[in-house]
């Protein structure tokens, strides 16, 4: 199963340095990236910007799909109107199998705001405690997973992060 995973950073830059370094943990054989995406909203913008790992042509599209509906969900909702609100209705149940829902939504607008960033994840297959060495001294916090309780605490505990 696809873990998916948002990590928040202080800085509008943090989160594209976060995912260099693991796609570098990808060459390693570390962690398999399924996909992945970034949100920075730099100060004194009014909005925030979105970057996909993938392409949008081939099997890109997919996951490019999968992202900018969520993102869409998260940020824009008030700018669509019915027949798109009425569309991601019925993407619901997609994002429901990946732990996603009005919850995880919420969440992510609040914390995710000017001057900070996220890194959306797909992964599988990490290595967990070579990765979190990998990740040690950096600052984040982890917004959301789709891990179950237990999952989620010992990832926390592997980076040396507060239990939520």
């Known amino acids: 199963m696809a873990t998916v995973t948002v990590l928040?950073?202080?800085?509008?830059?943090?989160?594209?340095?976060?995912?260099?370094?693991?796609?570098?943990?990808?060459?390693?054989?570390?962690?398999?990236?399924?996909?992945?995406?970034?949100?920075?909203?730099?100060?004194?913008?009014?909005a925030p910007q979105t970057?996909?790992?993938?392409?949008l042509v081939g099997a890109g599209a997919i996951g490019g799909m999968f992202w900018g509906l969520l993102f869409g969900m998260i940020?824009?909702?008030p700018l669509f109107?019915?027949?798109i609100?009425?569309?991601?209705?019925?993407?619901?149940?997609?994002?429901?199998?990946?732990?996603?829902?009005?919850?995880?939504?919420?969440?992510?607008?609040?914390?995710v705001t000017e001057g900070t960033s996220?890194?959306?994840?797909?992964?599988?297959?990490?290595?967990?405690?070579?990765?979190a060495e990998a990740m040690k001294g950096i600052e984040f916090k982890i917004l959301a997973t789709n891990l179950s309780h237990e999952q989620e605490q010992k990832l926390r505990e592997a980076f040396g992060l507060e239990t939520a």
């Open 81 to 83: 109107g019915m027949a």
């Open 85 to 111: 609100g009425a569309a991601f209705g019925a993407l619901g149940g997609t994002f429901r199998d990946y732990g996603i829902d009005d919850d995880f939504i919420k969440r992510i607008r609040s914390e």
């Open 75 to 77: 940020f824009f909702t």
């Open 51 to 55: 970057r996909q790992l993938v392409d």
């Open 118 to 131: 996220a890194l959306f994840l797909m992964t599988s297959d990490a290595v967990l405690d070579r990765v």
């Open 8 to 46: 928040e950073f202080d800085t509008a830059e943090k989160a594209g340095e976060v995912l260099e370094l693991v796609q570098n943990l990808q060459k390693q054989h570390l962690i398999k990236v399924l996909d992945a995406a970034i949100v920075t909203w730099p100060v004194g913008k009014k």
